[in-house]
């Protein structure tokens, strides 16, 4: 009997983010933001297509590569802009203070709205992944190519790590949006945080590799790398692309460590905005 107030609390707990995060499954699905990068994102599918058709010798591989960038590109966008219509500009129009009015944790708000969205993420990758799958398939036409991609598990792999390095994004972008007073600001650092954590780990390897003998580049550049990687996350790490378009299997130790430290960052952005969102004054 003792344990029953504790359950009950917890399952009320549970209601309440259940309730935010339908509330921004809701929203997101209704918000012309979503229908216009998800045209995007189908255009860009249309566009690996196409691309198929410019390599005389591969085009499953060049289709599926363009469309995988593709995919990411769509995605990445999608999540800034819940982000930026579901919190800040929420926080810009004072609709938040009806949500703030109801006697319950603002971390539920935050966290209902974190898993709202990538719910949403998460659907509009598996469609249009099914649509990538079907066009890779189409590429080429009956030309047969001598190494053949590998559509099945290796492939629903890398579009899982897909969604991990989105879901350390929007980790991001939310933090971002619970601070900032400028609705454009998560965007447009949401952005610039998804392009530098995906291109840190390649600059970083091709300086810590000798930058083909250019010392200058190296001893200018890689110090002030070595630093950022203790704030950045390396989300080139969660690409594993090589593994359906090469059957270049990935180490096992090594995607898990890229896991990890995807879960750990983006919980860390949590907390931080909850946090910051529990003490921020809106009145």
């Known amino acids: 009997m003792k344990n029953a107030p504790s359950g009950a609390f917890f399952i009320q707990r549970t209601e309440i983010v259940r309730t935010f995060f339908l ?20 255009l860009l599918i249309g566009v690996a297509f196409l691309a198929g058709f410019f390599s005389p010798r591969q085009p499953k591989t060049v289709a599926l590569d363009v469309g995988f960038s593709g995919l990411r590109f769509s995605l990445v966008l999608l999540c800034l802009f819940w982000v930026q219509e579901l919190v800040s500009k929420e926080i810009e129009r004072r609709t938040v203070f009806f949500t703030l009015t109801y006697p319950v944790p ?38 047969q190519q001598q190494f053949m991609v590998a559509l099945g598990l290796p492939y629903w792999v890398a579009l899982a790590g897909i969604w991990v390095d989105v879901a350390v994004v929007t980790a991001f972008a939310l933090w971002i949006a619970t601070l900032s007073t400028v609705p454009i600001l998560p965007l ?17 390897d091709y ?6 003998g250019d010392k200058t580049l190296v ?27 090469y ?6 130790s090594a995607m898990g460590w890229s896991v990890v430290m995807a879960a750990g960052y983006a919980a860390l952005m949590l907390f931080l905005a909850v946090r910051k969102f529990s003490r921020r004054e809106f009145f």
């Open 23 to 42: 509330n921004t499954w809701l929203s997101g699905l209704r918000s012309r933001s979503f229908r216009a990068v998800f045209i995007l994102g189908i």
């Open 219 to 245: 001893t200018t550049y890689l110090p002030a790398l070595d630093a950022i990687q203790w704030v950045l996350p390396d989300l080139s790490r969660l690409d594993w692309r090589l593994w359906p378009m």
């Open 207 to 212: 300086l810590a590799q000798g930058a083909e």
């Open 106 to 143: 603002r971390s539920h708000y935050v966290l209902g709205r974190y898993l709202g969205i990538l719910a949403l993420a998460a659907v509009a990758l598996l469609i249009e992944g099914l649509l990538l799958w079907l066009v890779v398939l189409l590429a080429g036409g009956q030309y």
């Open 188 to 204: 447009a650092l949401g952005a610039a945080f998804a392009i530098g954590g995906k291109s840190l780990g390649p600059v970083h």
């Open 247 to 252: 059957a270049q299997t990935p180490n096992g």
